[in-house]
Nanobody
């Protein structure tokens, strides 16, 4: 099992940037898929970006070209660099790890003002 702790959320104006971090309680080297999801008020949780152990990344169409997911196995952390933020990016962002079953962090709030 693994515990995940997100950080880096906050309030930012449209066009700004944030970098989210997801710190894992154990080595992530053997975890094949890790990702970021978000949930806007009144909406279902949706995938934002995923990264695999082999270096494959995939993004939601709405964030392609603006967000970048990366993983640093040395410090057991996954990052989400978010640039050119839009108000519709507002929501709670969750880190996910696929390890037999899905594990989730507690989430970090991102609010983008217009």
């Amino acid at each position: 099992q693994v515990q995940l702790v997100e950080s880096g959320g906050g309030l930012v104006q449209a066009g700004g940037s944030l970098r989210l971090s997801c710190a894992a309680s154990r080595s992530i080297f053997s975890i094949n898929v890790m990702g970021w999801y978000r949930q806007a008020p009144g909406k279902q949780r949706e995938p934002v970006a995923i990264t695999t152990r082999g270096g494959i990344t995939n993004y939601a169409d709405s964030v392609k070209g603006r967000f970048t997911i990366s993983r640093q196995n040395a410090n057991n952390t996954v990052y989400l660099q978010m640039n050119s933020l839009k108000p519709e990016d507002t929501g709670v962002y969750y880190c996910q790890a696929g390890l037999g079953r899905d594990y989730w962090g507690q989430g970090t709030q991102v609010t983008v003002s217009s």
